[in-house]
């Protein structure tokens, strides 16, 4: 099964590219990977979640905000790329969280993300990660994603 046949079997249906909210692009595009800038939590069906994790958020809807970093990151891609079917592998994914003082689950939180990689590319989206705890982020977000995709010529 393709990446964009298992979007389509997961029901997920992928958001227009996020603009960006800074002096930045989406993707940078090297070779055969792509450096897809940080994504937020952000959603044209919901307002943003909002604050600090293990203070405002529990783990449960940090996952959540996670997920849809994840997706947004998948929206990113495909609009760079026309289709998800010519990513070969997600290489790393770096995970921010705004993390309350004595929170200590961030690795938890972005499993949010990396298990969404993993629906939609099977193997392929297995990856190297970085989980860190952060004070505060853009927007208040709870969570920001950065990832490097490996894709087919």
Do not use: W
Not at 86 to 114: C, L, M, Y
Not at 119 to 131: L, N, Y
Request: proline share 8%; with cysteine; glycine share 10%.
């Amino acid at each position: 099964m393709t990446p964009e046949e298992r979007l389509q079997s997961l029901g997920l249906h992928l958001p227009d590219a996020p603009a960006p909210v800074g002096a930045y692009v989406p993707a940078v595009h090297v070779g055969a990977l792509v450096f897809v800038s940080g994504q937020l939590p952000t959603s044209p069906h919901a307002p943003m979640p909002t604050g600090i994790v293990g203070r405002d958020l529990g783990v449960p809807e940090a996952q959540e905000a996670a997920r849809q970093c994840a997706i947004n990151l998948l929206a990113v891609v495909r609009r760079g790329l026309g289709t998800l079917d010519r990513v070969k592998r997600v290489v790393k994914i770096e995970g921010f969280v705004a993390s309350a003082p004595g929170f200590t689950d961030q690795a938890g939180v972005v499993n949010g993300a990396s298990e969404l990689m993993t629906a939609v590319f099977g193997e392929a989206g297995r990856h190297a990660r970085a989980a860190v705890g952060v004070s505060v982020l853009p927007k208040n977000a709870p969570v920001e994603i950065a990832a490097i995709f490996e894709v087919h010529d």
